[in-house]
């Protein structure tokens, strides 16, 4: 089974901190994805890598940005941390040889930045 | 035109009976076709997949797809009051991720 863990469940910020989330996966997949998830509008894609030290924006990378400096590890990172940013934030890892492109959340991170 | 649509619902069934849901997309390229279960507060959870023209079926659950007229259906048999969550239909047009529409609220009663 693929397991992806995200280093927190909840957090509370204030604005202007800069925050990271961290999201690490243990089935080797090159494609790794930051989403947030808000009432009304769904899933929407932050940021993408589809390997190490790569990255691709997504739909919504305004004040968001990323590392991925090993495999199995995927972070966003809040630079200055926004109310409007409270939201929950999804990771997703996805492989291509046997799913065919499903991906593979985390548990969530619910942020509240005050 | 949203490139993943779904009625979001609520979709009211009782319990036993046959719940279907409805997925249409834009794009006629795309490959592969996914559904989620998110139960409220938690991250969505893979229920199947389907990538060729027909059914597929998986226990209570079968996907249908119709690559002409771009949709995707979930049917869940024997509903039960577990099944109520939100069901998001994901699409796989090429790009490396996928496309999600917004979800259908399922509400099993008892």
């Known amino acids: 089974d693929v397991k992806v863990t995200q280093s927190s469940r909840y957090l509370v910020k204030r604005t202007g901190e800069k925050v990271f ?21 769904g899933l929407r894609l932050i940021y993408f890598s589809y390997d190490v030290k790569m990255k691709e924006k997504g739909d919504i990378p305004e004040g968001y940005s990323v590392s991925r400096e090993k495999k199995e590890r995927f972070s966003l990172i809040l630079e200055s941390a926004s109310t409007n940013q409270t939201s929950m934030y999804l990771c997703a890892s996805m492989g291509l040889e046997n799913s065919g492109g499903a991906q593979y959340f985390g548990p969530g991170t619910r942020l509240l930045v005050l | 035109q949203k490139e993943v649509e779904q009625n979001s619902g609520p979709l009211s ?7 279907s849901l409805n ?10 076709f996914f559904w989620y279960r998110q139960y409220s507060g938690k991250s969505p959870e893979l229920i199947m997949f389907i990538y060729s023209n027909g059914d597929k079926e998986d226990g209570r659950f079968t996907a249908q797809l119709n690559k002409a007229s771009q949709y995707v259906s979930l049917l869940i048999r024997d509903s039960q009051p577990s099944d109520s969550a939100t069901y998001l239909c994901a699409v796989h047009t090429g790009r490396r991720a996928l496309t999600f529409g917004s979800g259908t609220r399922l509400q099993v009663q008892p």
């Open chain 1, 21 to 41: 989330l961290e999201c690490v996966q243990d089935m080797d997949h090159e494609n790794m994805f930051w989403y947030r998830q808000d009432p009304g509008l």
């Open chain 2, 13 to 19: 069934v009782p319990e036993g009976a046959i719940a």
């Open chain 2, 23 to 32: 997925c249409t997309y834009s794009d006629r390229g795309s490959q592969s």
